[in-house]
């Protein structure tokens, strides 16, 4: 993650800001977590392929600014991650799994690239350097073909492939690039980080129209109308601004199906500082991201409701129903739990037609900050008042939530009307 003088490696390690560590500590999050999800049923596999690619890298070594204290960047934690999740994999496999993974680290900074050479020497990393280590001196935008192609060679049938694009600020990844990226390789991840603190202290209307051309995205219509003066007199607003407006130009023009649109917490004060984006093809994925944020709670914030609708239309994606935002903490695990048990049994009540829980959660999941175990704890609830069945492929009941997968089949009790249950007695 380096630009111009703001991350510089000639002389050592470039400074960091502490909340920046949250990223880096999500993406180790999510990648143990993605292979784990990935390698729990396949038993008999053994191998597994996935290509890594940061797409700003930065120089592997950073310092926390104000103090003396050293951190591994993206690349070295990359790496790391990868060693501790074959660790984790395989402490009960009787034939082991290699995990077979080629890493790509881009950045357009040759400082950057020559420090990170020395520092993935230092940590034993040097013989790899040209085999499975790929090292670009370039802008990411100008190698993502070259990028992809080498995703392709590694993972030629299922063009296996997470993106960190962890960009400083918020104009190196238009969404034609991320639907590029979702196209040549579908079974692709991205990773996009939107620097909001700088958007917002440069922004106006025509800095606004500069901004949407670089992401090939009309930011006006997406404002509905509204001027950046405008929304930037309130900063409930400006945070509708950029969970609503950006949010809408990714989803509409990247070619994602599956996304979590959620801010990193700045230090010191009660609004993110970054905008963390996960895009994907399949809600399984999704699940996984949000399962990371929840693990890192407060660090974590949204400015949408707690159930099925906090990117609601006609809020364009803002519902202040938490002091400060939605943390992700106990009051937030509450509220959530409590919404989904009403907006689920709603949801089910209002098809004309038994869904599967795989089909209830990936036809919701983009407009809930809850998990596919949460809404498996919501299923239970409304099993235990008799206002649903849950059934699997063979005819078996389902009545716990350890044991609902998406393959089972959720239909209504005929005998019972949901709109009348205690449980949603407190929508009226």
């Not at 906090?310 to 129903?321: C, D, I, N, Y």
């Amino acid at each position: 993650m380096a630009k111009g003088k703001h991350y510089d490696w000639r002389d050592g390690p470039a400074e960091l800001d502490l909340h920046s560590l949250t990223k880096h500590d999500v993406l180790v999050g999510y990648l143990v977590r993605y292979f784990e999800q990935r390698t729990l049923k396949a038993r008999g596999m053994e191998r597994f392929r996935l290509t890594l690619v940061d797409g700003f890298c930065g120089g592997g070594l950073y310092t926390i600014r104000g103090t003396s204290q050293q951190v591994l960047g993206s690349p070295l934690r990359m790496l790391k991650a990868v060693e501790e999740a074959t660790t984790l994999i395989n402490r009960d496999r009787t034939k082991k799994l290699d995990l077979d993974i080629q890493y790509v680290f881009i950045d357009k900074n040759k400082h950057a690239i020559a420090y990170l050479m020395q520092v993935l020497k230092l940590h034993g990393y040097g013989a790899k350097i040209g085999n499975s280590i790929h090292l670009l001196c370039e802008e990411f935008a100008s190698a993502a073909s070259a990028t992809i192609a080498q995703v392709a060679r590694h993972t030629p049938r299922a063009g296996r492939a997470l993106f960190f694009l962890d960009q400083y600020g918020y104009t190196d990844v238009p969404a034609p690039l991320i639907r590029q990226i979702f196209t040549s390789l579908p079974h692709s991840e991205v990773v996009l980080t939107f620097h909001v603190s700088s958007f917002a202290t440069y922004t106006n209307d025509e800095f606004a129209e500069h901004v949407g051309k670089a992401l090939a995205i009309d930011v006006h219509e997406a404002l509905g109308g509204q001027t950046i003066e405008d929304i930037k007199g309130n900063d409930a607003d400006w945070r509708r601004f950029i969970q609503g407006a950006l949010y809408q130009a990714l989803v509409s023009k990247c070619g994602a199906q599956f996304f979590t649109p959620f801010f990193i917490r700045g230090q010191g004060s009660g609004h993110g500082e970054y905008w963390l984006v996960h895009l994907s093809q399949h809600h399984r994925a999704q699940d996984v991201m949000k399962q990371v944020h929840w693990q890192f709670q407060n660090h974590f914030v949204h400015y949408g409701g707690a159930g099925l609708d906090m990117l609601a239309p006609h809020t364009m994606g803002f519902r202040q129903e938490f002091t400060g935002g939605f943390q992700f903490d106990d009051v937030a695990l509450h509220q959530s739990n409590s919404a989904l048990i009403q907006q689920l049994a709603v949801n089910i009540a209002s098809r004309t037609s038994p869904v599967t829980v795989g089909e209830l959660f990936s036809s919701t999941c983009n407009t809930s900050p809850a998990t596919a175990g949460m809404y498996n704890t919501a299923l239970e609830m409304l099993i235990g008042e008799k206002e649903i069945a849950i059934k699997s492929e063979d005819g078996k009941s389902k009545r716990y939530a350890r044991y609902i997968c998406d393959s089972d089949l959720i239909q209504r009790c005929l005998q019972k009307n949901l709109f009348h249950s205690t449980t949603l007695s407190t929508l009226r």
